[in-house]
């Protein structure tokens, strides 16, 4: 009897995933922005590791996907 089956039952709808998704590509997108600045001899310093992408930039892309996983988490079903 195929109709006794049980449908799995998911903890959100499917927006909540689809907004989480997204929080966590931007999430992703702000340690790539993050990412790089180093030099290849360790004798030398490089200036790039203060740039303003990798201090202020990246760390608010950071928090900003936070934010969307954190609101994806408390969205309300209908």
Do not use: C, H
């Amino acid at each position: 009897m195929k109709n006794n089956e049980q449908q799995p039952d998911f903890l959100f709808e499917r927006a909540n995933y689809t907004i989480l998704f997204i929080g966590i590509a931007v999430i992703a997108l702000g340690f790539i922005l993050m990412s790089g600045g180093g030099s290849d001899d360790p004798k030398v310093f490089s200036e790039d590791v203060f740039s303003w992408r990798r201090i202020r930039l990246a760390p608010t892309v950071v928090l900003i996907g936070f934010g969307i996983t954190i609101y994806s988490i408390f969205k309300k079903s209908k």
